[in-house]
Structures are given as C-alpha cells and as structure tokens.
C-alpha cells in the first residue's frame, strides 16, 4: 500500500474546510497567491497529486479515479468529512471526479482552467514517453509558455523561471503518469451527477484549456455559474491573483466576504 498524499494546512483548525487542487506540473505552492485570504477563515488544504510534490510516487499509469481516490483517502487521515474543494487544471478535473462520485464529501466547489475532456490523448501518452524518456527539460519551455500571457512572462521572467524550476522539480515518472490520467479522462458524462453549488473560471488566453472547455463544463453542472477572466493565460490564479481571490473568496466565504 503507498502512503498517503503530502499536503500543507493552513488557516482557523476548526474553519470550514477548503481543498486546493493543482495543475499538472506543480504543487500546492501555486495556491500561494490565494492563501493568505481564504485561510483567514476557511482551514485550507494544499495537497500534491499522486506522483508530484512531496506525495508518494507508485508506478503508472495513473488514472483520474486512482488521483481522486487518494483525495479521499487524504480526508479520511485527517479526520474531515465533507469539504469545499476548488481545483486548478488537474486539479479541476480531480474535482469534477470526486463531486460526481462523492457527491456527500463536497459541499461547494470551484474549477479553474480545467477540462472535461482533454484530447487529443496520443498527444498525452506522447509527452509520457518523452518525460519518460528523461527529457522533461527539453520541452519545459513550451509547456511553461502556456501557463502565462506573453506580457505577464515579461514583466515577470522571475516568476515564469520559479514556475519553471517547480514543473523541472516533478518526478517524471509521477509526471509521465499522470499525463496518462489526463489521456484516458472522460468526465463529461459525470458533469449532470453534480449536485455542488460550482463555479467555473476560464481565462480568455488559455490556449492549454481554452474558455470554451469552461463554458461547456458549466452548461452540464447543473448549478453551475460561468465566470471568464480576461488578462490570463492557463495558471490564471499566478496571473489575476486579486480576481480569483475575490471569486473564491466570495463563492467559499460569502460571509466574511461581506463582512471585509
Ligand atoms: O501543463 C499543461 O500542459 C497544461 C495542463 C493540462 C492539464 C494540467 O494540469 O495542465
């Protein structure tokens, strides 16, 4: 048996609980731009996917079942029953997962630049071999070029090269199989299951999951609202940190949001 996903815990012990989910290629050190606000009253949890980050690294491939049931077996090692959970990317698409098939663990939820269905999935099981193959550097410039607009990469080469060094930082077998997970994911189906009050976050310039993926996550979520960020590229919380704060701010704290 492996051990359990690595994470980090922040704000109020006993606040509401908040799950943050990651993109592919990171760790829950994306979610710095958000935390200082949701954890001033929401207990947050930053976990690393299976294969990334701090979390065991058990041979692939992956799927988004097996990333979705390590979550919840997360929550049950830490004593937390039902949370609000928000997911970025991969992180997104282990939350359409488990507020399909977990529906009593998730209360609200928040899916950033995610993908219901994200082919082509030879194009995936390509970039596994490739990182497989020990050569993850060689493409992690075109990756990274993704996740930032052309002027925020240049009035921020520092944060484009920190983003980089933790993408370079992943195990690539972890990375490789969960690159696996994403080429044999299919959730449109599990969208209509969805009984969480959601909210959806595109970013106008994301070309690795564009807008249209978010509107059409939104439309089968049945109590799903839509909100299109302009200004963002794929790591739209780095990008707009202030807009998506206040977005999940609002939609997982609407009290304290009132009383700021
Ligand atoms: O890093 C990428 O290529 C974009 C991406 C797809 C799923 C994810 O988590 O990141």
Known sequence: MTAGLHAVVDGPPEGPVLVLGSSLGTTGAMWQPQVPALAARLRVIRYDHLGHGGSPVPPGPYTID????????LLDDLGVGRVHYAGLSLG???GMWLAAH??????????????????PADGWRARAATVRAGRLDTIADTIVERWFTPGFAAAHPETVAAYRDLLTAVPTAGYAACCEAIAGM??????????????????????????????????????????????????????????????????????????R
């Not at 807008?211 to 707009?240: K, M, T």
């Open 92 to 94: 997104g698409m282990v």
């Open 102 to 119: 977990a529906p009593e663990r998730i209360d609200r939820l928040a899916l950033l630049c995610t993908s219901a269905s994200l082919g």
């Open 186 to 259: 299919d959730l449109r189906a599990d969208l209509a299951a969805v009984r969480a009050p959601t909210l959806v976050i595109g970013a106008a310039d994301d070309l690795a999951t564009p807008p249209v993926h978010a509107a059409a996550i939104a439309e089968r979520i049945p109590s799903a609202r839509l909100a299109v960020l302009d200004g963002a590229a794929h790591l739209a919380n780095v990008e707009q940190p202030e807009a998506v704060t206040r977005l999940l701010t609002a939609h997982f704290d609407p009290e304290g949001t009132a009383s």
């Open 66 to 73: 097996l990333l979705g049931r390590k979550v919840l077996r």
